[in-house]
């Protein structure tokens, strides 16, 4: 069963119908449980949730703090303030988390007792075929996490060097055959400008190589972290949560994929995202952090079952020393 079907209607019927969810489906909190208790959280705590989406695990840290206690969330995307909580300990603030720091100075806030992050892409955004994130769906190529950047994926694949597109594929896609990918996009724009997710479909299946499902999953990933700058998004909020986090705070972080993944692993290592060990003048190592876990947690059997999406999740957990 291949995606060429998709030009003969077949798929269009069925698996590529649009899902259209309410707001309070939007997105299924990942190792619920497990990250909110990883923070240890204080009654009267300051806290952030970098990433909303539909306020899972906001909603749970709030269980756990009394009126003195604080949260503040953030997200880019404007859809998710429909799931705003109406609650004077909360305050969710319409950012890229890498402002985080910024914006909590305009609260007149220094520091926080734990930060929480959860990195995965929200179902709403997969699920929504205007966003133009899902190859299941035909939609305009947008792909902006917030609506009012400018960057979408089509100018990604309308103005790119060739050379550009491929690093971009190689390094947030670890796709495999790149330079036959980046010159067939370059050639087919020189007749036809690539609008639609469908339309890149088309171009895809000529050059897909290996499970096609995995190829598409692949290359759509990588024009998705260009061009929101997901990387660069990332390192500057780890960044900050190390400004903002008071000694003694927990830090905990979902991820998804390899890539981002090391970005977390090297910096709750080192301080860096080289994961290089740097030594102050007597020979001692300088971490920021103490590692709490010997392993990375994963969701549970049961939890992989009811959310598949949970599937490649990996949480990290690291207290500020």
């Known amino acids: 069963m291949t995606l060429p079907l998709l030009r003969r209607g077949f798929w269009k019927r069925f698996w590529f119908q649009p899902i259209r969810r309410k707001m309070t489906d939007y997105h299924v909190p990942v190792l619920l449980k497990e990250s909110v208790e990883a923070l240890q959280i204080h009654p009267d705590g300051m806290y952030v949730d970098m990433t909303f989406g539909a306020g899972g695990h906001s909603r749970s840290i709030l269980q756990k703090i009394n009126a003195k206690g604080h ?26 988390f890498r402002y985080v720091g910024n914006f909590l100075k305009w609260y007149n806030v220094d520091s926080v007792d734990g930060i929480l992050a959860d990195l995965g892409v929200s179902s709403h955004q997969f699920d929504f075929p205007e966003r133009g994130f899902s190859y299941r769906f035909d939609a305009p190529l947008d792909m902006r996490m917030n609506t009012e ?22 390094r947030y ?24 997710t469908f339309a890149f479909n088309n171009l895809l299946n000529s050059v897909c190589i290996g499970p096609s ?6 290359v759509y990933q990588a024009l998705r972290m260009e061009v929101n700058d997901e990387i660069g998004a990332l390192r500057g909020m780890l960044s900050q949560g190390l400004k903002i986090l008071k000694k003694g705070g927990r830090f905990v972080v979902i991820t998804y994929h390899s890539i981002e993944d090391r970005e977390v ?10 994961g290089v060990l740097v030594k102050d003048m007597y020979g001692n190592v ?23 999406r949970s599937r490649s999740a990996k949480m990290r957990v690291v207290q500020k020393i």
């Open 213 to 218: 499902l995995k190829y598409f999953s692949q």
């Open 286 to 308: 300088q971490r920021p952090f103490e590692i709490i876990g010997k392993n990375v947690v994963v969701p549970e059997e049961k939890e992989l079952k009811e959310n598949p």
């Open 71 to 96: 949260l503040y969330a953030v997200d880019q995307d404007k859809d998710a303030f429909q799931n705003g909580l109406d609650d004077e300990r909360f305050t969710l603030i319409q950012s890229n």
């Open 173 to 196: 896609g670890e796709v495999r055959n790149t330079k036959q990918l980046a010159k067939t996009i370059v050639k087919t724009r020189q007749t036809v400008t690539i609008q639609s």
């Open 265 to 274: 692993k090297n910096f709750f290592k080192a301080g860096n995202f080289d």
């Open 149 to 170: 950047a400018i960057l979408t994926a089509r100018d990604v694949l309308a103005t790119y060097t060739e050379e550009k597109l491929i690093d971009i594929f190689s």
